[in-house]
């Protein structure tokens, strides 16, 4: 045997040992072989690759963190429905969910449930195809997610290549799971970020969706993350008739699933197991905030379906809130990024489930007058969902005298603005100059369904408003390369990147300005709805209240509000020296019904695009009546490719799809626009 063909053999060998052991440790918890042992194999197997480059295998294990930093997250089309969860903490909406599914399926159906515990981690898509992972996002809507699959790919739980003794192995496998972080893992990870001067999270579930959304996936791999898969999204060649038998191929495929599930018939088993759920959850050494229900068998799902929001076969039985006792020291009212004041209770630290809580919300200033709750009171504190810290009650003590009623401030302790009352909440109606608004503003601003300016993140706003580069949302727009290379990250490059995708953002169609603005209620779909309605933003803003009503989905009460942004001085005057400068508002693209050029065609987008982003090239496709998918499928009509162009193009061929290049796909584009 040459010394190539040795290699070759040792690194496939040293491949499967590996990959072995990382199941048998990060899956099933059942190591075989030591610390040590283990090592050696895994710095064998690296040395071979680094000699053999040519020779190392897409899925070797050394390749779990090996990808350069991501500038952002691209969009991906989930392989079907990620669906919430309709829930409740009480009995009698346990008992409404099974009289419901009793009545769906019929009265001789026989109703079997599958119960599991509710994680409270971050929900995320896998996607393998021919057993390799391809592809992993985040929730998102349900429909969309964000595309992480290098951080998901550092995940030591999650399986790079199925297992390949497994049977039944689907061409394409679409997987759902949770990532949490495990109770102890959060712990030390917290004690690293405190020593290094940074802020720690808040809770693991924190933790895990912070870790899954770093853009560089070395953050990532350094971060104690586990995923539990619980069902199966789509499989291609591949038939279950029951939850359990999901849970099972889950399993032997090699993927995680969480060994506390058991079955039900009835609520009064439900409710048993909800209550040793209760009793035993901070022995789990994981956060669960509640159990999941699921009807077994996948026959009765199709038969009750599911709702625009959740399916009408599943159920969260969720636990009552964690409770404890401690004191109010001070209230403090907060700004949020809409204007909002938050009167705040800064109290003696408590810890709630794990969790040390000094902080909580007192909501609004008719929340703080009705529960009257003051500085120095005695009060139970809760976490809401397990997460948003809030003041349940006070708790009377005979004899101690009480401090003042708290008052809301008639100014805005950030910019001192005279705070205006809207419903409950007082609100500074600064919008665009408010120190503690502008950085939530900012990154609104430049978020993905705004102005979708690349690099303007929360901690990029952070910098220009806290260096005094952005006094007023305008003056983002007068901000040059060579003032930013002075700061920590950035360099020449991304100083010049960050000011180019400002002024790019700055040429926007009307629906993305309208939304970027950040008019109180108003988010992307109704930011649409006013574009397509009123077509200017001038027509917009000279809009009365009755005007906005007459768009569908508002009503008076929003429509009061958009009226009340636009007459505010402030408001105005910054939007005047925005259009007047530096913003150039686009014609908004055809709709699919005005064009339709692909009204009814499926595309899929692969590799990198020279002249337009992925984003433009969607928007343009989807303008045409095209329904972009992620993933290519026998529905496929046609795949663009760009450079680079992997395993989708061949799939593309293998199907018999048509392919077009970029340059196709640019002068069709082109022939379109000249009505060609």
Not at 340 to 365: C, D, F, Q, W, Y
Not at 516 to 528: F, Q, S, Y
Not at 585 to 612: C, I, N, Q, Y
Request: hydrophobic share 35%; with cysteine; proline share 5%.
């Amino acid at each position: 045997m040459t010394a190539g063909k040795a290699a070759e053999s040792r690194i496939r060998e040293l491949t499967a040992e590996v990959r072995h052991h990382d199941y048998r440790y990060y899956v099933l918890d059942r190591p075989e072989i030591s610390d040590e042992a283990y090592d050696a194999l895994f710095r064998e197997l690296r040395e071979l690759e680094e000699r053999h480059p040519e020779l190392r295998l897409p899925d070797s294990p050394t390749q779990r963190v090996g990808a350069p930093p991501l500038d952002r997250f691209p969009t991906v089309e989930h392989a079907a429905r990620m669906y919430s969860l309709d829930s409740d903490a009480r009995e009698e909406g346990l008992r409404r969910f099974d009289e419901r599914v009793r009545r769906g399926l019929g009265p001789d159906a026989e109703v079997t449930y599958v119960l599991e515990p509710k994680l409270d981690g971050a929900s995320v898509e896998l996607v393998y195809e021919d057993g390799l992972l391809v592809r992993a996002s985040t929730r998102g809507d349900g429909t969309r997610g964000e595309g992480i699959t290098e951080n998901v790919r550092t995940i030591r739980s999650v399986p790079l290549r199925l297992r390949n003794d497994a049977a039944d192995l689907p061409r394409l496998l679409a997987v759902r799971g949770e990532v949490i972080m495990h109770m102890d893992a959060f712990d030390r990870l917290n004690e690293r970020l405190l020593e290094s001067g940074r802020e720690p999270f808040a809770n693991p579930r924190n933790a895990a969706a912070g870790s899954l959304r770093q853009l560089d996936p070395t953050i990532t791999a350094s971060r104690p993350l586990h995923l539990f898969a619980y069902d199966v999204l789509a499989a291609e060649g591949v038939e279950f008739s029951h939850h359990q038998e999901v849970l099972q191929r889950l399993e032997g495929w090699g993927l995680s699933v969480n060994v506390q599930m058991r079955t039900a018939t009835g609520v009064e088993e439900i409710t048993a197991y909800h209550t040793e759920l209760v009793e035993g959850r901070d022995d789990l050494g994981y956060e669960i905030d509640g159990l999941v229900i699921k009807l077994d068998d996948l026959a009765g799902r199709e038969k009750l379906g599911a709702t625009s929001r959740h399916p009408r076969w599943a159920f969260a039985y969720k636990f009552p809130p964690r409770r404890e006792i401690t004191r109010v020291l001070s209230i403090l009212p907060s700004v949020g990024r809409t204007g909002k004041i938050t009167p705040v209770a800064i109290m003696r630290p408590v810890e709630l489930g794990g969790v040390t809580v000094s902080r909580a919300t007192l909501h609004n200033r008719e929340e703080v007058a009705r529960k009257d709750i003051r500085e120095g009171d005695r009060v139970r504190v809760q976490r809401a969902g397990d997460v948003i810290p809030q003041v349940v009650e006070r708790i009377d003590e005979a004899g101690r005298e009480r401090g003042d009623p708290f008052c809301m401030p008639d100014h805005c302790p950030s910019c001192g603005t005279e705070l205006i009352e809207r419903g409950p909440f007082s609100v500074c109606p600064n919008a665009f100059e408010c120190p503690a608004q502008l950085v939530g503003r900012l990154t609104h601003f430049g978020s993905r369904d705004a102005l979708d300016i690349e690099g303007l993140g929360e901690e990029t706003a952070r910098l220009l408003v806290g260096e005094g580069l952005v006094r007023a949302l305008p003056d983002l727009f007068r901000v040059r390369a060579e003032e930013l290379v002075p700061y920590e990250g950035f360099g020449p490059l991304s100083a010049e990147k960050l000011v180019d995708g400002i002024e790019r953002g700055g040429k926007a169609e009307l629906h993305r300005f309208i939304y970027a603005i950040g008019i109180p209620e108003v988010g992307t779909a109704v930011a649409r709805a006013l574009a397509d309605h009123f077509g200017t933003i001038e027509s917009l803003r000279e809009a009365d209240a009755e005007d906005l009503q007459a768009v569908e989905g508002i009503g008076p009460k929003m429509a009061e509000m958009i009226r009340a942004f636009f007459e505010e001085p402030r408001n105005s005057r910054l939007l005047d020296e925005l259009l007047d400068g530096p913003i150039r508002l686009r014609s908004p693209t055809k709709t699919a019904h005005e064009a339709g050029a692909w009204s009814g065609k499926t595309v899929v987008f692969t590799g990198s695009m020279s002249d337009l982003t992925r984003r433009e090239a969607k928007e343009r496709a989807e303008a045409l009546g095209a329904r972009v998918t992620s993933s290519v499928s026998r529905e496929t009509d046609l795949l663009v490719a760009g450079e680079g162009a992997g395993s989708k193009l061949d799939r593309a061929r293998a199907l018999e799809v048509e392919v077009w290049s970029e340059e196709d796909y640019r002068s069709f584009l082109d022939r379109s626009a000249d009505g060609g």
